[in-house]
């Protein structure tokens, strides 16, 4: 078996499993998966950035937050007591402001929009492509590269979330927005609890990793690979390196936002702690854990440790331990699996001696051209992200 | 006039943190997150050291340098060392390490699972008793001055002569920086190199422990107080440029004196905003740092 076979194959029983798993959950787990469901969309984003641009944004969570955020705005306007204004802002008001979204608060108006959830859809996505084009813009264009970027999506997520926090009356603040009406598109309504919405979660998942590989095993994916073993040569041969990292990392954060959006489907709540550093680097190890280079991978790393997180939280003994566990997975996944769980998948089906005994010595497709998996270790070693 | 003494004392922990992390990521290319961590052991051990030694602040200086050294000797010895050359993979990895020392603060070192607790530990904030005659306020140019913000600064500005005797009037120091510069020429000279970067990554540990003995003294300690450190901390590094020891002093002087200004004029959340903007364009626009004029 070919490991191309392997991988369809592999791509093809993942979906069938995600789609299946409905039958058999009931309604907590099926909301609980739903919502690994989202970060696997996330790492997703994370893969394609940095497992084949090499751009690893530290920032990741400051689009996913967004694209909750520009959602929860539009649910938080669809509850009937949140008209004209919504409740948070009555709280804040000056004593004597005009009970209207256009000038209640000091920037309330930017509400507006928001009264239609289509809106609030599109601006999940539109907006973090937005600022995140505005960000690579400046930091392409004065070729930043490695781990400065890494520090310059940190910072921006930072200031991203104390804004949000600070913002009281604007945002919600600390408590963030909460009470939001269920997504209804064309009177059909997306139970979070329910199938309605797992299955939401899970064809946009499907539909995302169909475009993102149909996208990135074609002439795009190519160049970036190229660009992130070399950057420097890819240049001289001709690519606008600047414009194809731009364009990646501006999918990212849409694809960012995108799962922002099912978040808060998914968990009927927008908190500035989506924009934590802490889950900013969580996506970031879900994505590791699972290959950075290999999108399903990515996405069954995050199912995997966010399903062993919360088996673990549930039971007092492993409870206090498991923050112990996740950073060992952590150093352990640096420090002996650069690729992961589908690194290990792809050694596994690609084993040496396997060819032999198959009676075809000379094929073996490692001796012709060299390994993917090896490349990148390879690059990964050398010490040119210095 | 307090506003300033006060950045001084924001710029002079930001200096401690941000010297060790800058000898470290200046040698041997490592981006320590764990170095939070430090700081926040570095407290720890001052709250320890004052319930159960009966140590004053005094006291437990010197012997946070050792605690948090020793971590961070181990964590060299056992993660980083393996990890030479892959920038933003040392990142991850000590991110992980960063998450392990949090928690087992929480749960008291593993004894809080079999019913031990440590007074001290735990995910409750602690405070450390200061010596009276740093609690007093001394008046300078019309001014209250905080004894103890007087202190932090001397503290910091004597760590800074320290390290730069230790970088350029030693024989480790000239080790260092010949590593720093190029580690192979260096080891072919005969230079242990891994030994410089062993005890490079110990000394930058411990005097991240220092400055936590310092916050400590203003500030409540918590399992989670480290991480908004480091990543100030290695905004200055990288602000004030890697490896130059004046750069970091002053960028550390400009960011806490910036972050102050603007804290007392609007609030504390856009000091913080003020400060990484501030970064933001430093590195966008001048990437190898304010204070290096060429790069190598």
């Known amino acids: 078996m070919t490991y191309r076979t392997a991988s369809i194959i592999a791509y093809i029983a993942f979906f069938a499993v995600v789609l299946a798993l409905p039958l058999v959950l009931n309604s907590f787990w099926t ?57 948070l802002m009555l709280l804040n008001m000056e004593p004597n402001a005009v009970r209207d979204l256009c000038c209640v608060t000091t920037g309330s108006f930017l509400w ?9 859809m599109i601006a999940g996505i539109v907006v973090p492509c937005i600022l995140a084009a505005a960000i690579g813009y400046v930091m392409f264009k004065r070729r930043t590269t490695g781990v400065y970027v890494s520090i310059i999506t940190l910072a921006f997520a930072v200031i991203g979330q104390l804004l949000i926090i600070n913002n009281q009356p604007l945002t919600g603040g600390f408590n963030g927005l909460a009470d939001l009406a269920l997504l209804e598109i064309g009177g059909f309504e997306f139970d979070p609890y329910g199938p309605s919405a797992y299955y939401a979660v899970a064809l946009t998942l499907i539909a995302v990793i169909l475009l993102a590989r149909y996208m990135l095993t074609g002439r795009i994916g190519q160049v970036l690979k190229a660009i992130r073993e070399d950057e420097a040569r890819a240049r001289y041969l001709g690519y606008d390196v600047e414009n194809y990292k731009l364009f990646i990392f501006c999918v990212s954060a849409g694809v960012a936002g995108l799962a922002g959006m099912l978040f808060t489907v998914t968990s009927e709540f927008a908190t500035p702690s989506l924009m934590a550093t802490s889950l900013s680097i969580s996506m970031v190890i879900w994505a590791a854990t699972g290959g950075r280079a290999s999108l399903l991978g990515a996405c069954i790393g995050a199912l995997i440790v966010n399903f062993v997180g919360s088996l673990a939280s549930e039971s007092a003994t492993f409870q206090p331990v498991w923050p112990i566990i996740l950073g060992l997975l952590f150093v352990v996944v640096v420090l002996f699996m650069p690729n992961g769980i589908a690194g290990i998948f792809k050694a596994f089906i690609d084993r040496p001696g396997k060819a032999e005994r198959l009676g075809g010595a000379k094929l073996s497709g490692k001796t012709e051209r060299p390994d993917k998996a090896d490349l990148l270790v390879k690059s990964e070693l050398s010490a040119r992200e210095a | 006039m307090e506003t300033f003494v006060i950045g001084l004392s924001i710029a002079s922990i930001l200096f401690m943190v941000a ?15 764990a170095h939070g961590e430090m700081v926040m052991i570095g407290a720890y051990t001052t709250v320890l050291a004052t319930k159960h030694l009966g140590f004053n602040i005094y006291l437990c200086l010197p012997l946070a340098f050792l605690v948090t050294a020793t971590f961070g000797l181990i964590i060299e010895r056992t993660v980083v060392r393996r990890l030479y050359g892959r920038l933003l993979d040392t990142l991850l990895a000590t991110w992980g390490i960063a998450l392990i020392l949090q928690q087992l603060i929480r749960i008291h070192f593993g004894l809080g699972l079999f019913g031990v607790e440590i007074d001290g530990l735990g995910s409750d904030l602690q405070n450390v008793p200061v010596p009276a005659e740093l609690q007093q306020a001394i008046q300078l140019f019309g001014a209250n001055i905080p004894v103890y913000r007087a202190f932090v600064f001397v503290t910091a500005l004597a760590l800074g002569a320290i390290t730069w005797l230790l970088m350029f009037r030693t024989r480790f120091g000239s080790q260092l920086r010949a590593v720093s510069v190029a580690r192979n020429t260096a080891a072919a000279c005969g230079i242990n190199d891994k030994r410089v970067n062993m005890l490079a990554f110990a000394y930058g540990s411990g005097l991240a422990g220092i400055a936590g003995v310092l916050v400590s003294g203003f500030k409540t300690v918590s399992p989670d107080m480290g991480t908004p450190y480091v990543v100030d901390a290695f905004l200055v590094v990288v602000a004030g440029g890697v490896g130059h020891l004046l750069g970091t002093f002053a960028s550390a002087g400009i960011l806490g004196e910036v972050q102050s200004f603007v804290a007392t004029w609007a609030n504390d959340v856009y ?14 626009f001048k990437p190898q740092g304010l204070f290096v004029t060429k790069s190598r």
């Open chain 1, 31 to 87: 909301n609980r998966v739903a919502i690994y469901l989202v970060y696997s969309i996330c790492a997703i984003g994370i893969s394609m950035s940095w497992g084949y641009a090499g751009i690893l944004s530290l920032g990741q969570g400051l689009f996913f937050g967004m694209g909750a955020y520009m959602l929860a705005m539009s649910l938080t306007l669809a509850v009937p007591e949140n008209n004209p204004v919504p409740q």
């Open chain 2, 19 to 33: 010297l060790g992390l800058a000898i470290i990521y200046g040698t041997m290319n490592v981006i320590n997150l």
């Open chain 2, 271 to 284: 000091g913080r905003t003020v400060l990484f903007a501030v970064v933001i364009f430093i590195l966008l």
């Open chain 1, 112 to 120: 507006i929009p928001f009264r239609s959830v289509a809106v609030g």
